[in-house]
Every structure is written in C-alpha cells, then in structure tokens.
C-alpha cells in the first residue's frame, strides 16, 4: 500500500506532514473502499483529482444501469467479478472519459434516474443474477441536485466472498487490472478452497499507546520500542502448523535489539510451537514440544521484538514470511505499517 502512495507523492510537493496525511487518506479509500464514507463531495473529490480504476475501483456510467437483458447480464459480471476477486468498489453514475489515453479516468457526473432505477431494483437484479447470492453488498444512494428530481449516483461496495460465485450467463469473473475477465477452471476452485483454507495475518502490537508513540517518534531520542507479534487466524480453518520468519538487511539490522540478530543481516523464526517442560528437584526440563492450534478467528502470541525508534524514522522495512499446512505467503512490511 506504502508504494502506492511513495509513487502519488512523486507527483505532489507537499508542503508539510499534515498536508501529506490528508493524501494519504484519500488514497487509503481505495484500497480499503469498505471503510470510506460516501457522499457528494467524495465523488467529486475523485474526479478532481483524477482517481484512476484499478482492481478494487470501477466507474459506470448511467447507461450501464438498464432493464435490457444485455445491460443486467453485464452487471452480474462486474459485481461477481469483484466479489471472486479482492472486494472493491463499483459507482454507477460516474463517466469515464471516451479518450483511449484517459479511458480509465473520472470524467463526470452522469446521474441515474433513481425513479425508474431504485436502490432496491438494484438490489434485486444483483442477487437474481448471480449464484451464489454475495453477503453484505452495500448499495449507498448519493442525490446529486434535489432530492424531488431523484437524480443518483449508486456506490457499490462488494466483499471479498470465500467461495466462487457464477454470474447470469453461467460463467465465472474475476477482476484484471481493469476489467472482468473469465476464469480459468483452476482458478475458480482456488476460489471455492478459500473457505477451507487458514489465513494467518501477522499483526505487529506496540505496547506503547498509539497516541503517545506516535508523538515521542517525533522527537529524536532512539529509544526502545516493544512489540509482541500476533498470529491471527482469519480463514474457516484451523492453523495446526505455522512457520513465520521475519528477515532483514544490515541496514535495518542496526536497530534490532530483541532478539539479538546478526548485524550483516538475519532471518528470525516464530511459531506456534510450545515447549513442554517438567521441574525435577527445583531443575527444569523440555521433554518435548507441542503445537498450538489457532483457531479460526482467534489470535495467539508468538514472539516479541525491540526495536530502535530510529528504525521508523529511517523508513526501514523488514521481509516476512508466513507458513501454514496449506498456505504460504511472503511480503515486505515496512515501520509506518507496523505502527498503524
């Protein structure tokens, strides 16, 4: 998400810390489009400022909202799509330009007739087409002039679902860059094993009160920060074997203190492994070591680090890696992320 936003600040001379943070949440609305707010301004405010589609964003103009057979097939797809594929965000009622070179821009306004269009036909047509019906679609209406002349925009919010879902024409969508695109048959079992599947996201805790962490990092004493990691399990089942590793360069190796890693680089291991111990006359011994089920939606503790304040001043990263029986996954974690 950070290199998302490194590349916009590219293109802006922001004038000081505040003035880049109301960017940054700006942006932050398209790749995490279930948590925005809609309203007028919003919606203006992404045509202003040039908010291109990507995987989670699609602009629709009025002429896609109709009862022509053509017209709600082509809405089945586009919102099954987003649903096999990452969530995202379909506004209908917002004009893309006709321009091959700004096709994917916001161009304006072009307002549904919320008379002869409602949110509940809408609504209706989206869970008559596709199979199976999506959970927790969210349908905001936004008036653009008075309310009497029913003139909308229809802001879409589609979960990611965890099972495959088939569009009107009995074929399956996934979102590509800016479009729907048919799946392969691979593909659409991947989709239906999601709800099989352990998902464990890291989570990076501070034991120092967001607030107040926040404030002493503006400063410049290198002091100590603590933070206990988190195993989350967020798939349907459960994690039996987990294998993290949390790796770094020399450069952001200068700033671990806990454990204690080796300065031209290192790679630290954290589990859901236990030891299993027993006191004979005061002595303690490991005889054996268990692992830990996590349970869907619950979290387990796995490790702690310290880390030098400087290391998020610095802008430092580290890489990590994740295991389960049945998942894998590796990413780059950077110290803004690890405080949000």
């Excluded at 939606?297 to 490790?303: A, F, K, L, W």
Aim: charged residues 30%.
């Amino acid at each position: 998400m950070r290199g998302i936003l490194n590349r916009f600040f590219c293109c802006i001379r922001a004038s000081s810390r505040c003035y880049k943070k109301i960017f940054i949440d700006k942006l932050c609305v398209i790749l995490k489009p279930m948590k925005l707010m809609w309203n007028l301004d919003k919606i203006k405010s992404f045509i202003a400022d040039g908010i291109e589609e990507d995987i989670h964003l699609d602009y629709k103009g009025a002429g896609s909202i109709d009862k022509a057979n053509d017209k709600k097939k082509e809405l089945s797809k586009d919102v099954s799509a987003f649903a096999n594929s990452d969530g995202g965000v379909i506004i209908y009622g917002v004009r893309e330009y006709d321009e091959q070179a700004k096709n994917h821009l916001p161009e304006k306004i072009d307002p549904i007739d919320g008379k002869i269009y409602t949110k509940e036909w809408l609504e209706q047509i989206i869970n008559s087409t596709i199979a199976p019906r999506i959970t927790d679609i969210k349908i905001t209406p936004i008036q653009t002039s008075k309310p009497e002349d029913n003139k909308v925009i229809y802001v879409v919010e589609i979960p990611k679902s965890n099972t495959a879902h088939q569009a009107n024409d009995k074929r399956y969508y996934r979102r590509f860059n800016f479009m729907s695109q048919m799946m392969e048959d691979w593909e659409i079992k991947d989709i239906i094993n999601r709800q099989i599947k352990t998902n464990i996201q890291l989570k990076f805790e501070s034991r120092t009160e967001k607030e107040f962490l926040t404030k002493l990092l503006n400063g410049t004493t290198n002091f100590d920060i603590e933070f206990d990691i988190w195993a989350e399990n967020k798939g349907n089942k459960v994690a039996q074997y987990l294998d993290c590793f949390v790796s770094g360069d020399s450069e952001s190796a200068k700033y671990i203190f806990e454990p204690f890693v080796n300065r031209k680089g290192f790679q630290e291991r954290f589990s859901n492994e236990k030891e299993r111990k027993i006191e004979i006359n005061d002595n303690s011994f490991t005889v054996g070591i268990d692992r830990i089920p996590i349970l869907p939606n619950t979290s387990r503790s796995i490790g702690f680090l310290k880390i030098k304040a400087d290391f998020f001043r610095t802008e430092q990263k580290l890489s990590i890696q994740v295991a389960t029986e049945d998942s894998s996954k590796s990413y780059w974690l950077t110290g803004k992320e690890m405080i949000e």
